[in-house]
């Protein structure tokens, strides 16, 4: 590998600008994001940046059990972001629909319909724990670039309580790992 | 100024070579005291250039026929308006210039507001052209309190050179007009209280939505360009004239470092204005200023 590579790949890891969209979420996940760049957590430290545009973006933050409505315009965002990119889905519900498992009105999980690098588990999940996955998926971002080879999917690890005892679990935190493992 | 001295000046100093690095770090430094301002550690130094290194590996959407061509164009036009203006600046005491190079800086900062609005309306966005119309009646509004405050010291020290300007002795009119130069630099550079173009809550991100990539850098790169010009000229016109060559650099350096940060308290300590108010705010506040400035300037040359 050259110079120039390393150098891109580093950038790569130290500059992920990310799009946020919500796909059908209670908006438990996207208050959690929004906290994740706020000063107590301050992503920015990591090169983190919230960009207005899909166009300008890297990392492609979807929250929600991704309802009918919402899968058009994620494969259309997802489109929308030039690569290399990388796909965190943040909360429970992207990974397995969480509490809205076999409704009518979804169409989830969300890696039926564009490959997902990152599960972020929680319900919702703490802003470190976003953080964390937001770091992972700019690694796995400049691992891509360099590599061209297609990355299986990251769940990172719970951090704090979990989904609050909202579902089977009875708030052990078992919940999101269990179900995208098995 | 003959053409080695003009490259020289337009390539390597206060040109492209140390104006990209010294526009990175403003970069910085605007990001990093907004993120100290609001209690949080913020970017890391070397993170402009991470920026501008990633987004020249990305990908670029295809663009086709002329209105492709156009969006590909205006970015590197307005790079290299930006960095025209940067080598205008008499940094070195020394360095020359010639009659009427402030007229050329003030055109060459105005291209890459105009490159902007350009940028909005090509690329078809309903964003991109709600953002555009917004910068083009922004643009309007500063610029004549903008212009009227450059005339008037311009016309209170009886010359148009850079360099002479740089040198002469501040009279009390200069100031009136650097300040009313300061109230116009939020305006110019987008900036919290009139950051209305690239308003990220309401239209994404204005005039620049649609472009990605390269693309993005250079638009990047001529903000940051712009940053260089904007402070740089207010600089040239608050700092103390000194003859000795690097003492004069430090002292250019300190006044836009000083101005950076003054800016970024301002923007880090204000709200958004509607655009409604911001108009207002140019046309019935600050035009009275300008007006004043100008007459004072024009009064005075006459009864000397």
Redesign the interface.
């Known amino acids: 590998m050259n110079l120039w590579n390393k ?2 790949c ?3 890891r ?2 992920p ?1 990310l799009f946020h969209m919500n796909g059908g979420s209670c908006n438990g996940c996207d208050i959690e994001l929004i906290a994740s760049l706020t ?1 107590r957590y ?1 992503a ?2 990591l ?1 983190v940046r919230l ?3 899909p ?2 973006a ?1 990392i492609l933050c979807i929250t929600g059990p991704i309802t009918h409505n919402a899968v058009g315009a994620i494969k259309v965002v997802y489109d929308q972001v ?3 990119k990388a796909v965190v889905a943040i909360g429970s519900c992207p990974a397995t629909t969480n509490v809205f498992i076999e409704s009518r009105t979804l169409d989830g999980p969300l890696n039926k319909h564009i490959p997902v690098d990152v599960f972020v588990p929680g319900c919702p999940p703490r802003p470190d724990a976003i953080i964390q996955g937001v770091a992972k998926a700019a690694e796995i971002l400049a691992e891509r ?1 360099s590599k061209k080879l297609p990355v299986a999917p990251v769940v990172m690890p719970l951090v704090g309580e979990g989904c609050g005892g909202a579902c089977a679990c009875g708030g052990s935190g078992g919940c999101a790992t269990k179900e995208v493992q098995a | 100024m003959n053409m080695t001295t003009a490259l020289a000046r337009l390539l390597i100093f206060p040109g492209l070579l140390f104006a990209i690095p010294g526009a990175w770090f403003i970069l910085w430094v605007e ?1 990093k005291a907004v ?1 100290l301002m ?7 130094f ?2 402009p ?3 501008f ?2 987004l ?6 295809p663009r086709e026929g002329i209105g492709g061509m156009l969006m590909k164009a205006w970015p590197l036009i307005a790079v290299s308006a930006a960095a025209g203006a940067v080598g205008l600046l008499p940094v070195l005491p020394s360095s020359g210039g010639f009659e009427g190079d402030l007229i050329l800086l003030l055109a060459l900062l105005e291209v890459p507001s105009m490159c902007i609005i350009a940028a909005g309306f090509s690329s078809r966005s309903i ?1 991109g052209e709600i953002g555009s119309a917004r910068e083009a009646v922004l643009s309007v509004s500063y610029n004549i309190v903008f212009l009227l405050a450059i005339l008037s010291i311009a016309a209170s020290q009886h010359t148009f050179s850079l360099a002479t300007l740089a040198q002469l002795p501040a009279s009390p009119l200069r100031w009136l007009g650097v300040l009313a130069l300061l109230i116009c630099l939020p305006a110019k550079l987008h900036l919290n209280p009139f950051s209305l173009p690239n308003a ?2 309401e ?3 204005g005039p ?6 390269p693309e ?1 850098a250079m638009w990047e790169l001529s903000h940051g360009l712009e940053w260089v010009a904007a402070t740089g000229l207010v600089a040239t016109l608050a700092a103390p004239h000194v003859t000795f060559g690097w003492l004069a650099i430090l002292i250019f350096v300190a006044f836009s470092f000083g101005i950076v940060l003054m800016l970024s308290a301002v923007a880090s300590a204000t709200a958004r204005l509607a655009i409604d108010t911001t108009v207002r705010f140019y046309w019935q506040v600050t035009l009275i200023f300008a007006v004043l400035a100008i007459s004072s300037a024009l009064f005075m040359r006459f009864r000397s």
């Open positions: 150098l891109m580093y950038s790569r130290r500059s600008w000063p301050d920015e430290q090169g960009e207005g545009s166009r300008h890297d030039f690569g290399p670039a | 990001r993120a609001q209690g949080r550690i913020g970017p890391p070397m993170q250039f991470f920026d290194i990633k020249l590996g990305k990908d670029t959407p964003f990220e809550q239209i994404y991100s620049m939505t649609e472009y990605a990539g993005l």
